[in-house]
């Protein structure tokens, strides 16, 4: 059997979602939510993804676009497709050649929790 933290969601394309979501497993975006996610798994935005909102998570792959702040307790991973305009937080960053990136980056270290309840 499966665990919580096992869970998958996942917005298909064409799919957009207006709300904010609070999850504990793995969620994927290929389609569009304008809201904020917080999670305790793995963020994935697709190439066809779009989030405008922020992301709490442990660990977070970003192929598609994110409008807004991200904060990953682990690992950030800016894959080729990426464009994200925001904040990030997070304790590991992998970002690959052709990834668009503009905002600021700290890599101080993380609380280890992605609770989402620290405020800048």
Known sequence: MGS???ARNIIGQG???TGDIELKGD???DGELIGSIQ???RIVIGSS???EGNIYCQNADISGVLKGNLHAADL???KSTAVFTGDLKTGRISIELGAKFSGKCDMTGSSGKPDGKEQA
Do not use: C, D, N, Q
Request: hydrophobic content about 40%.
């Open 39 to 41: 999670s305790e798994g």
């Open 27 to 29: 969620f994927r975006i």
């Open 49 to 51: 993804g779009l989030v």
């Open 76 to 78: 950030s991973s800016l």
């Open 15 to 17: 799919t957009k979602i």
């Open 4 to 6: 919580e933290s096992a």
